[in-house]
Structures are given as structure tokens and as C-alpha cells.
């Protein structure tokens, strides 16, 4: 796995995309924060999707430029109280320090006005992994599905609500395009069972990443 600096994203490839709080501080202090990131992040995934529901917004917000359609396809995620993690393609050459940008930065807006804070809120630039075969994007979805059972806020991944597992679970679509995984595998239930085999490769991914929960 490659580190890759953050001007050199290339049409097609899949990057693991990550970053917490400056400080280690919460960035999630209520379950409407998970919402409003989440709804960041699928209004420029999806801007001809969200026409309905930014109508609904105060003006100011609906004259907000989106990112051109189609630019990326999210393949996992997790948001976690301090960190988030998101496994992405970039579908054009449209950088996906674009995408991180309008979605970081708009939430730190609201963020920072919601609780009355000022400056910074996430760590540096985010950090970034260059998905290099098939066997990575397995274990880094599942390294990604696996957060909340680490940080030991969960028993089972199912009982998390703000990940992908649940969409890869049931096999239904909200955010994620799941076809380059699920499609090796019979059914949801196998992909998951692929990760009971064995657990070294898990582990050492782990190594590779910020230890969020320190």
C-alpha cells in the first residue's frame, strides 16, 4: 500500500480516505452532526438526486455549488466520534481533494457555528491510501466496517448506524456503489464470512493507520 500525497489522484483508482478531529476532539457530538455529514458528502456524490431536498433549504444553502454528477462513487464508509473513514473512486479527473474539500469544509462551518467554536477542525490534510488490488479493497472495507467493534462501541457491526454495513448487509443502495465487492461473492452474507477465516491480514492494516481511538 502506497501513501499517496494529495495532488496525485488519478482517474479510476480507489483511495481509502481518512482524518479525525484536530486534537483528537470529537467532530460527532449528536446523531443530526452524523446526518449532516453524511448528507454533505451524498449531495455532491449525487447533486441531481438532492434538487428535492436542498429546495428545502434556507436560500443561502441552495445557491451552494455542487460537484459535477457522476465525479465519484463511494464504496464503504465510517463515521466514527472523532474520525471518519470512506473508501471512494474517482470516476473522472476530477480530484477527490475536491470532493473532501466540500464536504470538510462545509461541515466545519456548520460545526463550529452549531457549537460556538472557532478555527480548525480536522486534523491537517487528510490522509490518503492507494487501493492497489483486489485483496486490499477487501480487507480495507472490511477494516473500515470493522471501526466501531475496535473502539469497542459495538459488539456486532450491525448494531452501528453510521457505517456502510448495514447497506452491505441488506444489499440495498443509499450511498454506496457495492457491485465491485459483493459482486465475488454469492450473497452479503458471504462477503462477511470471508473475514472469519482469518484475521492477519486485519490486524495488519491497522498499522498502516492512524490509532484514532489512542
Known amino acids: 500500500m502506497n501513501k499517496r500525497d494529495y495532488k496525485q489522484f488519478a482517474k479510476g483508482s480507489i483511495y481509502h480516505i481518512y482524518n479525525r478531529g484536530v486534537n483528537k476532539m470529537n467532530i460527532f457530538e449528536t446523531e443530526y452532526d452524523y446526518r449532516v455529514f453524511l448528507f454533505r458528502l451524498k449531495e455532491n456524490l449525487f447533486p441531481n438526486n438532492e434538487k428535492d431536498t436542498r429546495s428545502k433549504l434556507p436560500k443561502r444553502q441552495q445557491r451552494r455549488k455542487l460537484l459535477p454528477p457522476n465525479s465519484f462513487e463511494l464504496i464503504a464508509y465510517c463515521l466514527m466520534p472523532n474520525h471518519f473513514h470512506l473508501l471512494i473512486q474517482q470516476k473522472t479527473e476530477l480530484p477527490i481533494t475536491?470532493?473532501?474539500?466540500?464536504?470538510?469544509?462545509?461541515?466545519?462551518?456548520?460545526?463550529?457555528?452549531?457549537?460556538?467554536?472557532?478555527?480548525?477542525?480536522?486534523?491537517?490534510?487528510?490522509?490518503?491510501?492507494?487501493?492497489?488490488?483486489?485483496?486490499?479493497?477487501?480487507?480495507?472495507?472490511?477494516?473500515?466496517?470493522?471501526?466501531?467493534?475496535?473502539?469497542?462501541?459495538?459488539?456486532?457491526?450491525?448494531?452501528?448506524?453510521?457505517?456502510?454495513?448495514?447497506?452491505?448487509?441488506?444489499?440495498?443502495?443509499?450511498?454506496?456503489?457495492?457491485?465491485i465487492i459483493l459482486e465475488q461473492f454469492n450473497n452479503p452474507k458471504k462477503y462477511f464470512e470471508y473475514f472469519k477465516k482469518d484475521n492477519e491480514s486485519i490486524v495488519s492494516l491497522r498499522y498502516l493507520y492512524f490509532d484514532f481511538n489512542e
Not at 101 to 110: F, L, M, N, Q
Not at 171 to 177: G, L
Open 98 to 179: 475536491k470532493l473532501i474539500s466540500k464536504v470538510c469544509t462545509g461541515y466545519s462551518k456548520y460545526f463550529n457555528k452549531t457549537y460556538e467554536r472557532v478555527g480548525q477542525l480536522f486534523q491537517d490534510q487528510f490522509k490518503s491510501i492507494t487501493i492497489d488490488d483486489n485483496e486490499q479493497l477487501l480487507w480495507t472495507s472490511f477494516y473500515i466496517h470493522k471501526n466501531p467493534i475496535e473502539a469497542g462501541m459495538v459488539e456486532n457491526p450491525e448494531q452501528y448506524n453510521w457505517s456502510s454495513y448495514k447497506e452491505y448487509l441488506e444489499n440495498k443502495n443509499y450511498f454506496c456503489n457495492k457491485k
